[in-house]
């Protein structure tokens, strides 16, 4: 079955600071990549998706995550943080050969001004 | 997101009753889910369907049921509850996109504590 890790409970950065929020993945097929946002007492926003093509994405908010297969890493990044992005940040990958979703425990961004 | 709702938003509830938590939604989607969100745990998938007559077991489904009603409205039940059921439980759906690899969109979600 596919898994998902996000190897940081918590990520700090300063306001105006770039970000790089973590997550490694395993499939056995081919990964279907994704990024949630949840913000207090929130539902699940969703940010990006890799699917297949350009390994850059770009998402939401001024967010993007690269896919790197080697690494099977998918991290996500923003070039300069803002206060508003602190919230909890969920990776999810789909293996493309059964259809449920498995997520990450969740990464904790607190941005500081 | 306004369009996937969940009622009750908090429940409390003591050991062995009977609960209910109900999901609508009014984007159209064929495909609804159940995940329960446990602290340093993330989400983990309790049953998904496809379309009405369709349902399937996620990775956790035991002590839980579903029915799925119409192609808006997707309910799941704990049968006899117990306090490891407490969590925060959410309702999401999704389109059937060519491929079927597309976003989710989620409730707001149920708290529910059983004492």
């Known amino acids: 079955a596919q898994s998902v890790a996000q190897p940081e409970d918590q990520v700090n950065v300063a306001e105006g600071n770039p970000l790089t929020v973590k997550c490694t993945y395993s499939?056995?097929?081919?990964?279907?990549l994704f990024w949630y946002v949840q913000y207090p007492n929130r539902g699940l926003q969703f940010l990006l998706k890799?699917?297949?093509?350009?390994?850059l994405v770009k998402g939401s908010y001024g967010f993007e995550a690269e896919f790197n297969k080697s690494q099977t890493s998918f991290h996500l990044k923003k070039p300069s943080a803002l206060v508003s992005d602190s919230a909890l940040y969920f990776c999810?990958?789909?293996?493309?050969?059964?259809?449920?979703?498995?997520f990450g425990a969740g990464t904790r961004l607190t941005v500081k001004p | 997101d306004a369009d996937v709702t969940q009622t009750p938003r908090n429940r409390i509830t003591k050991t062995g009753k009977r609960i209910m938590l109900e999901c609508s939604q009014t984007?159209?989607?064929?495909?609804m889910y159940w995940y329960r969100q446990d602290p340093g745990l993330g989400l983990r998938l309790i049953y998904y369907?496809?379309?009405?007559?369709?349902?399937n077991k996620g990775e956790i489904s035991d002590g839980y049921s579903v029915s799925r009603q119409a192609q808006a409205k997707f309910s799941l039940s704990l049968e006899s509850a117990i306090p490891n059921q407490t969590a925060l439980y959410f309702c999401?759906?999704?389109?059937?996109?060519?491929?079927?690899?597309?976003?989710?969109?989620f409730g707001p979600g149920t708290r529910l504590t059983v004492l």
């Open positions: 890799y699917i297949t093509g350009d390994n």
């Open positions: 369907s496809f379309d009405v007559k369709d349902i």
């Open positions: 999810a990958v789909r293996d493309g050969n059964n259809n449920d979703m498995r």
């Open positions: 984007k159209g989607h064929d495909r």
């Open positions: 499939v056995s097929g081919n990964p279907y």
């Open positions: 999401a759906t999704s389109d059937l996109l060519a491929g079927g690899i597309n976003e989710q969109f």
